[in-house]
């Protein structure tokens, strides 16, 4: 079974800004008949046509759509929604929202898989009875390409007690050059995606591509800076995975940044990690800013990172086995004046339906400088929701919730597991920047321990270090790095076994 996001959704409030839209194929709001179109000018529709089994329910006191009413099914071993429309070989995003509150009055949160398209299986374990907050739930996220005109999202019951149920699914189409890694037999699952500097979370129409993004600031941290862009705008075009501007015209800075706490099984599991920089001043001739990059102790391309003013970075790291323990370490040049920056994250497992199947099918079953004295810790705080957090297969919200990097267990878990499962941000000194193990979600100031946020904001990974050898989908050597950049390439010889300083 691949590994799957929670993430604890914080819905954001977006304001009305004029954007050339991707296609949203189609928001299905289930348990629910007609349409409507929400705030962000989004047209949900009701789930019936794509599915004939399971009973609607409206969850009491609710009212915010689509979170107030839901699907759930108490009898058969799969149950499928059918016939959802996508195009035929584009890569696609798929979103399955999960909000329980203890709608069966059972409190006991259940869980299950979900297959999507017969193959890509992610596993969903709902873990808190109340969240008390329209707001906050959990999913599980997922990029393939299709093979098909049309998709299937199942649920599987993987226990006799638990009746798998489901809230709304969201598609929508990516641009073909995006995530330009993917193979046509292969899946991202969503663990974690942030955005280093924001305040709130991003979402659709901010980025029209429908992708969730965690907010991390400096809030809880005295050597973190939040840095914004001074320029009147910055072109995306030169990248393949199309970043929003939003999220790139904010950074987390820091004298050396460690980012870590990465919620994968302590066994590894090969991953997808896209990095992106963009300056966010106008440097002079007497400030420079460069930065190498190590993923544990091997360095990440011959040549530094150097982000250029007004323009998008990025690097992509796939087929490289990473665990819980691993760490991605930033470390300055010699000659950088000015310490490292990130602007936006995202981490995705890989699974191969060659050689995971998926388990379900189509079919509905009715039953800074190197001499800094700078130190501390810039962590999120451990969240569980929001975004892309511990948990691969749900995501929670929390309000007021700040957010580490986390590396999320399964999308549909919740939105609040990503506490479990949180990418944290160390500042160090320059010559202490190897890495070493971090094991708490916080920021704190020092070295020592500290409250903080976890990387996802609301959101809950399911698929995160409870399941650490799901269907894990083939294990490559940590030296097959492979970036893909307009501005910076890392080929597969760049790497270098030398460890940070």
Request: hydrophobic share 35%.
């Amino acid at each position: 079974m691949m590994a799957s996001l929670l993430y604890l959704f914080t819905l954001l409030s977006l304001s009305s800004v004029i954007f050339t839209l991707a296609e949203n194929i189609i928001s299905i709001d289930c348990g629910t008949t007609g349409s409507y179109v929400d705030s962000n000018n989004v047209t949900w529709v009701g789930d019936k046509g794509f599915v004939t089994t399971g009973e609607p329910m409206k969850i009491p006191d609710m009212v915010k759509k689509p979170t107030n009413t839901l699907r759930y099914f108490p009898t058969g071993q799969t149950n499928c929604y059918t016939n959802i429309q996508v195009t035929k070989d584009q890569k696609t995003l798929v979103r399955t929202k999960f909000y329980y509150e203890n709608y069966d009055g059972k409190f006991s949160p259940p869980s299950f898989d979900v297959v999507y398209d017969g193959k890509h299986r992610d596993s969903v374990e709902i873990t808190e009875s109340l969240l008390n907050d329209e707001e906050n739930f959990y999913f599980s996220e997922v990029i393939f390409a299709p093979a098909n005109e049309t998709i299937s999202v199942c649920l599987l019951r993987t226990s006799p007690s638990d009746n798998p149920f489901i809230s709304s699914i969201e598609v929508y189409s990516l641009d073909a050059g995006m995530y330009a890694d993917l193979g046509p037999n292969e899946v991202f699952v969503l663990r974690q995606r942030v955005a280093y500097g924001a305040k709130e979370m991003i979402s659709y129409p901010l980025d029209p591509y429908g992708r969730l993004w965690l907010p991390l600031g400096s809030e809880t941290s005295l050597t973190v800076t939040d840095l914004t862009t001074s320029a009147p705008s910055i072109d995306i075009t030169g990248v393949s995975n199309k970043p929003p501007e939003i999220v790139m015209s904010k950074a987390l800075s820091g004298e050396s940044l460690t980012l870590s706490r990465l919620a994968l099984p302590l066994t590894g599991l090969p991953v997808y990690l896209a990095l992106y920089f963009s300056e966010p001043q106008s440097l002079t001739r007497t400030q420079t800013r460069s930065f190498n990059i190590f993923l544990d102790n091997t360095q990440v391309g011959s040549r530094p990172i150097v982000p250029v003013f007004g323009k998008v970075t990025q690097v992509v790291l796939r087929d490289v086995e990473a665990t819980s323990a691993s760490q991605i370490v930033f470390q300055s040049t010699t000659d950088s004046v000015l310490p490292p920056i990130i602007n936006g994250l995202e981490l995705y497992s890989i699974s191969d339906s060659r050689q995971d199947g998926g388990g379900g099918g189509g079919d509905q079953s009715g039953g800074g400088k190197d001499d800094s004295g700078g130190s501390g810790e810039a962590k999120p705080r451990a969240n569980n929701a929001a975004g892309g957090g511990a948990k691969t297969n749900g995501r929670k919200k929390k309000k007021n919730n700040k957010l580490p990097l986390i590396l999320g267990v399964t999308f549909a878990s919740a939105f609040a597991a990503i506490s479990s499962a949180i990418a944290a941000i160390f500042l160090r000194k320059r010559q202490h920047a190897k890495p070493q193990p971090n094991t708490l979600p916080t920021t704190s100031t020092g070295h020592g321990t500290g409250t903080g946020i976890s990387p996802l904001v609301g959101q809950h990974m399911a698929s995160d270090a409870s399941h650490p050898t799901h269907d894990e989908p083939g294990v490559y050597d940590i030296d097959e790095l492979i970036g893909v950049n307009d501005s910076y390439v890392v080929h597969q010889d760049d790497h270098h076994q030398h460890g940070p300083a």
